[in-house]
């Protein structure tokens, strides 16, 4: 069992930056993907960034547009979600979430955490 908590979120302008961050614990290893998801108010929740626990290839939403960047801090056992360029439509709980390469469904989520950004 892999345990996840988020945190980062805040209020922030269109256009500022926010860092989030994922602390796991628990049975992680190298052949786990780390992912970050979004939802905003009555839509569905929709992936944003992922990487692998191991390094190596990430991947991202279309709509980031290069404005973000997941990485990873393993001396700390932490996934980060650096964001820049921040738009309102940004405004979301973001959930960090982890599940093992060879699974197709994310096992294992954070409680989120929420960021705003205002026009």
């Known amino acids: 069992q892999v345990q996840l908590v988020e945190s980062g979120g805040g209020l922030v302008q269109a256009g500022d930056s926010l860092r989030l961050s994922c602390t796991t614990s628990g049975r992680i290893h190298n052949f786990y993907a780390m992912g970050w998801f979004r939802q905003a108010p009555g839509k569905d929740r929709e992936f944003v960034a992922g990487t692998l626990w191991g390094g190596g290839t990430t991947s991202y939403a279309d709509f980031v547009e290069g404005r973000f960047t997941i990485s990873r801090e393993s001396a700390r056992n932490t996934v980060h979600l650096s964001m820049k360029s921040l738009r309102p439509q940004d405004t979301a709980v973001y959930y960090c979430?982890?599940?093992?390469?060879?699974?197709?469904?994310?096992?294992?989520w954070g409680q989120g955490t929420q960021v705003t950004v205002s026009a």
């Open positions: 979430a982890a599940k093992r390469v060879k699974d197709t469904r994310w096992s294992d």
